[in-house]
């Protein structure tokens, strides 16, 4: 097996437990930031590649199979093996930290340099994918309902709206966004949160 099919099973495999802990597969598709026709066909390629359903589908939602509550008690255990290997590279590799910032493609940040200067054990990285940002600078408001966001309100004549969110459970995120909030606070004295 080759890496790609590994990232494929892994995939699955986590896929199926947020399933069955949300009880549907749109709500999982919502609190993970993907397409619930996406998550959807995962799953269903996922079943192929296994060769066994993982759920009974109806309109009241997703209820695992007994080979889909064994897959879940997989994820279990690989969550918990990526959580290790997580804190050990989050206590052994402290000066390779790199933080993800996405900026909506209408919009421009500068003096960022100024924190890489300031925090120089942090480096940032600008992804093109929102899904893959540690910190979301946007003009248009988070698709997901459960994100945790700033919103700024900017100009005096005319109002532009701003909105920040954090990975709340990385420091190194916090950090960044309290830098970008008060950048943006003192560039527009007015604002509001």
Same mark, same amino acid.
């Given at each position: 097996m080759n890496i790609k099919n590994y990232i494929t099973l892994i995939r699955g495999i986590l896929y199926v437990q947020e399933i069955i802990r949300c009880k549907s597969i749109n709500r999982a598709a919502e609190e993970n930031n993907?397409?619930?026709?996406?998550?959807?066909?995962?799953?269903?390629?996922?079943?192929?590649?296994?060769?066994?359903?993982?759920?009974?589908?109806?309109?009241?939602?997703?209820?695992? #199979?007994?080979?889909?509550?064994?897959?879940?008690?997989?994820?279990?255990?690989?969550?918990?093996?990526?959580?290790?290997?997580?804190?050990?590279?989050?206590?052994?590799?402290?000066?390779?930290?790199?933080?993800?910032?996405?900026?909506?493609?209408?919009?421009?940040? #500068?003096?960022?340099?100024?924190?890489?200067?300031?925090?120089? #054990?942090?480096?940032?990285?600008?992804?093109?994918?929102?899904?893959?940002?540690?910190?979301?600078?946007?003009?248009?408001?988070? #698709?997901?309902p459960r994100e945790k966001y700033t919103e700024l309100h900017i100009g005096s004549s005319l109002k532009q709206k701003i909105w920040v969110c954090c990975n709340e459970r990385n420091p190194k995120a916090l950090e960044f966004f309290d830098f970008i909030i008060e950048k943006l606070l003192l560039l527009y004295g007015q604002s509001t949160l």
């Open positions: 993907i397409k619930a026709p996406n998550l959807s066909l995962i799953i269903n390629n996922f079943e192929k590649e296994i060769g066994t359903k993982l759920f009974k589908r109806s309109s009241q939602g997703c209820v695992p #199979t007994k080979q889909g509550r064994k897959v879940a008690e997989l994820a279990a255990d690989l969550r918990e093996q990526i959580q290790k290997i997580g804190n050990w590279h989050e206590n052994t590799c402290p000066k390779n930290r790199v933080l993800n910032i996405y900026i909506s493609p209408n919009m421009e940040l #500068t003096d960022w340099s100024e924190f890489e200067k300031n925090h120089p #054990t942090i480096k940032l990285n600008f992804v093109e994918e929102d899904i893959m940002a540690d910190v979301k600078i946007s003009n248009v408001p988070p #698709t997901n």
